[in-house]
């Protein structure tokens, strides 16, 4: 199926990719393009109804429950993940990690921590390409191999895909379907597109406080992307943005339990919550 397909599938007519004001559970690239602003009450999914039969995509979930979903994206690394792990354990809180194979080849003792400590961990390709920039094959072969590195360390591929950036293609959900998955978008973040900078964590923190949502998908990150591991070095602005969420991240916690929220893993969220999916 092709991108224009796909996005017909999911109600956005022919609309471009970038820039799309989407409706409630429509397609989004990823707040950082302000493409959309994720939070709020989507539809907690989204059929692409592809050639293998339907797809779900998920951003949330619509439950009445005061439930949610922590989730960090783009680890494991030196940086961040092990004081992710330190905060989590502190509030008893599981979250799901959303791993670059890259980093998990190099880094496996993070990834069997996660999992000795009751974390789940899911996919986030094996490069951290946006599908946007890579044949179908390339997309495919990049999903496979995230999967199986993980495997290598826990006997299984996981359950769930996110796609980087939120760039969600038509190969995209083929090749993740076609490997296995289920697809995690988000429908919380550090900035519902209002252009928080990267260094304002009394603004990110609101961000995250104000936005969460019964069912919501709250994306965090432990890593900086590609740039964990490329030549070229960390990104400078990355770094800082990742620094201000986890500056935030017990502050956010800490009111979330508070507020009464009850924190899943993403599969439990889905399974206990979204029963007609
Ligand atoms: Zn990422």
Same mark, same amino acid.
């Given at each position: 199926?092709?991108?224009?397909?796909? %996005?017909?599938?999911?109600?956005?007519?022919? &609309?471009?990719? !970038? /820039?799309?004001?989407?409706?409630?559970?429509?397609?989004?690239?990823? =707040?950082?393009?302000? *493409?959309?602003?994720? @939070?709020?009450?989507? &539809? =907690?999914?989204?059929? *692409?109804?592809?050639?293998?039969?339907? @797809?779900? !995509?998920?951003?949330?979930?619509?439950?009445?429950?005061?439930?949610?979903?922590?989730?960090?994206?783009?680890?494991?690394?030196?940086?961040?993940?092990?004081?992710?792990?330190?905060?989590?354990?502190?509030?008893?809180?599981?979250?799901?990690?959303?791993?670059?194979? +890259?980093?998990?080849?190099?880094?496996?003792?993070?990834?069997?921590?996660?999992?000795?400590?009751?974390?789940?961990?899911?996919?986030?390709?094996?490069?951290?390409?946006?599908?946007?920039?890579?044949?179908?094959? +390339?997309?495919?072969?990049?999903?496979?191999?995230?999967?199986?590195?993980? *495997?290598?360390?826990?006997?299984?591929?996981?359950?769930?895909?996110?796609?980087?950036? /939120?760039?969600?293609? $038509? *190969?995209?959900?083929?090749?993740?379907? +076609?490997? $296995?998955?289920?697809?995690?978008?988000?429908?919380?973040?550090?900035?519902?597109?209002?252009?928080?900078?990267?260094?304002?964590?009394?603004? !990110?923190?609101?961000?995250?406080?104000?936005?969460?949502?019964? /069912?919501?998908?709250?994306?965090?990150?432990? #890593?900086?992307?590609?740039?964990?591991? +490329?030549?070229? #070095?960390?990104?400078?602005?990355?770094?800082?943005?990742?620094?201000?969420?986890? &500056?935030? %991240?017990?502050?956010?916690?800490?009111?979330?339990?508070?507020?009464?929220?009850?924190?899943?893993?993403?599969?439990?969220?889905?399974?206990?919550? &979204?029963?007609?999916?």
């Amino acid at each position: 199926m092709d991108r224009r397909r796909f %996005l017909k599938g999911l109600g956005i007519g022919t &609309a471009g990719v !970038v /820039g799309v004001a989407a409706p409630a559970g429509a397609y989004t690239v990823g =707040q950082q393009r302000g *493409a959309s602003t994720i @939070v709020g009450d989507y &539809a =907690q999914s989204v059929n *692409a109804g592809q050639r293998r039969g339907a @797809v779900t !995509v998920w951003w949330s979930v619509d439950t009445d429950s005061k439930v949610l979903a922590l989730t960090f994206d783009d680890g494991p690394t030196s940086q961040f993940t092990a004081s992710v792990l330190r905060v989590l354990g502190q509030y008893h809180v599981p979250a799901s990690f959303f791993l670059i194979g +890259e980093l998990v080849q190099r880094r496996p003792d993070d990834v069997r921590r996660m999992l000795d400590e009751g974390h789940e961990v899911a996919n986030h390709t094996f490069d951290h390409y946006s599908a946007t920039r890579q044949s179908p094959a +390339e997309t495919l072969s990049t999903i496979e191999r995230g999967a199986d590195v993980i *495997a290598a360390i826990s006997g299984t591929r996981p359950r769930w895909f996110r796609p980087v950036r /939120g760039h969600v293609t $038509g *190969a995209l959900v083929d090749a993740a379907t +076609e490997v $296995g998955h289920d697809i995690a978008m988000w429908s919380v973040s550090r900035d519902p597109g209002i252009g928080t900078a990267a260094d304002d964590v009394d603004g !990110v923190r609101t961000n995250y406080i104000e936005g969460i949502h019964d /069912g919501g998908i709250v994306i965090f990150h432990d #890593g900086i992307g590609r740039s964990a591991f +490329e030549f070229s #070095g960390p990104d400078e602005l990355l770094l800082t943005q990742r620094r201000a969420e986890l &500056a935030a %991240l017990p502050d956010v916690i800490e009111r979330y339990l508070a507020d009464g929220y009850e924190f899943l893993g993403i599969s439990d969220l889905i399974d206990r919550h &979204a029963p007609n999916h």
